[in-house]
């Protein structure tokens, strides 16, 4: 079973919408972060959280929130989901010598 | 504020040769971890390779290796004797040792490298 996962893996949504997408990990990280990944850009940080109780605003958190409802769980939400927001989205767990470990991705697609 | 520059976009290998991409940052840490990524087509993120700026030895893993030159700010990767399954882009990733709120890992654009067969 893969130690970090994501709902859904590919969306498609309407501008204006508000959706969520759900990362579960069961490595027993407390880190746990979003990124956003566009064509040429890299991978972009959105939000990261220390622990339940400790969220922080990455790079490009405008337009989106997050909820760590445990420690395994970590959601992003886009409150009013627009066509710029079309991108790939990644959860990750930091763990041993600052390493991340990915989950598979979601592509979203608003449209 | 650090940074990472990869600046190739695309790299191009025969099968069974060797390449290498090329990565360099800007950091005035002294302390710090750097990491290669690989993303297949299936678009999950692997850890290639991660190399910590206080070991001098350079890190490797099987085919992949590292060329850290620290004073130099450079940190490229050497794949061996490459294989059809290494054709993905590649990032390069930088983070301070002793971040807190403000260590957090930053990407370089990625290479895209094709393997020949």
């Known amino acids: 079973d893969a130690d970090v996962t994501q709902t859904p893996r590919n969306r498609i949504t309407k501008t204006g919408k508000r959706i969520m997408l759900e990362c579960s990990q069961t490595?027993?990280?407390?880190?746990m972060y979003w990124y956003r990944q566009d064509p040429g850009l890299g991978l972009r940080l959105i939000y990261y959280s220390f622990d339940v109780k400790d969220i922080n605003k990455g790079e490009i958190s405008d337009g989106y929130s997050v909820s760590r409802q445990a420690q395994a769980k970590f959601s992003l939400s886009l409150e009013s989901a627009i066509p710029n927001q079309t991108a790939l989205y990644f959860c990750?767990?930091?763990?041993?010598?600052?390493?991340?470990?990915f989950g598979p991705g979601t592509r979203l697609l608003v449209l | 504020a650090q940074t990472v520059t990869q600046s190739q976009p695309e790299m191009s290998v025969q099968e069974a040769e060797t390449v290498t991409l090329s990565c360099t940052y800007d950091?005035?840490?002294?302390?710090?971890?750097l990491f290669w990524y690989k993303q297949p087509p299936s678009r999950q993120m692997i850890l290639v390779i991660r190399q910590e700026a206080y070991k001098q030895q350079n890190a490797t893993e099987n085919r992949f290796s590292v060329n850290f030159q620290k004073a130099a700010k450079s940190f490229s990767l050497k794949i061996s004797d490459s294989q059809l399954g290494d054709a993905a882009m590649y990032f390069c990733?930088?983070?301070?040792?002793?971040?807190?709120?403000?260590?957090?890992?930053?990407f370089g654009k990625g290479t895209k490298l094709s393997v020949k067969p």
């Open positions: 990733a930088y983070r301070r040792r002793y971040g807190g709120s403000q260590g957090n890992l930053i």
């Open positions: 490595k027993g990280h407390d880190r």
């Open positions: 990750a767990t930091r763990g041993f010598q600052e390493t991340q470990y």
């Open positions: 950091t005035s840490e002294s302390d710090y971890y």
